[in-house]
């Protein structure tokens, strides 16, 4: 039957996805939902502070979205989000390092620019995984975030409660790193094939 070799073809890509993904959730389980407390603690920063530096974050992560989507016009699904996922992790390993609030602040709303920019093109490429399982790809996608992403921050609040105030973020960046290279690796081939 034509269609078994499509549909193992198929379900291999969409291992693939939740594979990578259990690594990203895990990343952005470790510093986005703690973020706030993370400003408040190492910077003594309450509400009035903190919540514009998240607003210019939101803002920045909508206007990564543009700017990705006329990359991908030339360079295709995958390069645009290495890159830009690629520059949004040495931000994420810079913030903990910066010695002010306005720069940890600065550096992190960037950072949304680059990362949260790249989330409607990642998820172009989850929609393509099926030729008729679309909700499937795209329920996959959701579910092998959010379960990882639930981890993160029992595993970071541990870490902020022991006064370890860099380590989610280095932690953060590891997982975030692994799933760059498997994301290249498992759909680079994938995407140049006609997603």
């Known amino acids: ?13 969409l291992l693939r996805l939740v594979i990578a993904n259990t690594l990203n959730g895990l990343g952005i389980g470790m510093i986005a939902p703690l973020i706030a407390y993370w ?9 009035g502070g903190i919540g514009p530096a998240l ?32 520059i949004g992790l040495l931000l994420l390993m810079a913030v903990p ?5 306005s720069l940890a602040a600065a550096l992190y709303a960037l950072r949304a620019g680059f990362n949260q920019g790249t ?3 990642r998820q ?9 399982r679309r909700g499937l790809a795209a329920s996959l996608q959701n579910v092998s975030i959010q379960i990882p992403r639930a981890v993160g921050p029992l595993v970071a609040g541990l870490m902020l409660h022991a006064g370890m105030l860099r380590a989610p973020f280095f932690v ?10 498997l994301y290249s690796r498992f759909f680079r081939g994938y995407a140049a094939g006609g997603v």
Do not use: D, K
């Open 124 to 132: 172009a490429l989850v929609v393509g995984l099926t030729r008729n």
């Open 119 to 121: 989330a409607g093109v």
């Open 39 to 47: 400003f408040a603690l190492r910077f003594q920063r309450g509400p």
């Open 55 to 86: 607003a210019a974050s939101f803002v920045c992560g909508a206007l990564g979205s543009i700017v990705v989507s006329r990359m991908v016009r030339t360079h295709g699904l995958i390069r645009p989000v290495i890159a830009m996922r690629g």
């Open 1 to 13: 039957m034509a269609e078994e070799p499509e549909r193992r073809g198929e379900n291999r890509m």
């Open 172 to 181: 953060a960046a590891a997982f975030q790193a692994a799933y760059l290279v």
């Open 97 to 101: 390092l910066m010695p002010a609030f």
